[in-house]
């Protein structure tokens, strides 16, 4: 069993920043892909960066040049910074882990979530 909690979610202004984490622990011996995805009202869970454990990182078009996705191995921890939030990035955002290196593939691992704002 692998367990991921997310934290850093919040409430943020057009334009402001934010930094999500997501923390592994349980029963690791190889951490893949790991990555988030996030659900909106009304809408799909929607992949949003992945990164593998060699570092090959994958975004959505909408995360490119705005958001970035970090990993720490020793720390079985992963990153997302993100930068230039606008309200359409407002969601729930979950953190998985993937057999995949682009992060396509769930192995059924997910985080509880962590709901992200973005309001004037």
């Known amino acids: 069993q692998v367990q991921l909690a997310e934290s850093g979610g919040g409430l943020v202004q057009p334009g402001g920043s934010l930094r999500l984490s997501c923390a592994a622990s349980?029963?690791?011996?190889?951490?893949?892909?790991m990555g988030w995805y996030r659900q909106a009202p009304g809408k799909q869970r929607e992949l949003v960066a992945a990164?593998?454990?060699?570092?090959?990182?994958n975004y959505a078009g909408s995360a490119k040049g705005r958001f970035t996705i970090s990993r720490d191995n020793a720390k079985n921890t992963v990153y997302l910074q993100m930068n230039s939030l606008r309200p359409e990035d407002t969601a729930v955002y979950y953190c998985g882990e993937f057999r995949d290196r682009l992060g396509q593939w769930p192995s059924g691992y997910w985080g509880q979530g962590t709901q992200v704002t973005v309001s004037s």
């Open positions: 990164i593998s454990s060699g570092g090959y990182t």
């Open positions: 349980g029963s690791i011996v190889v951490i893949n892909t």
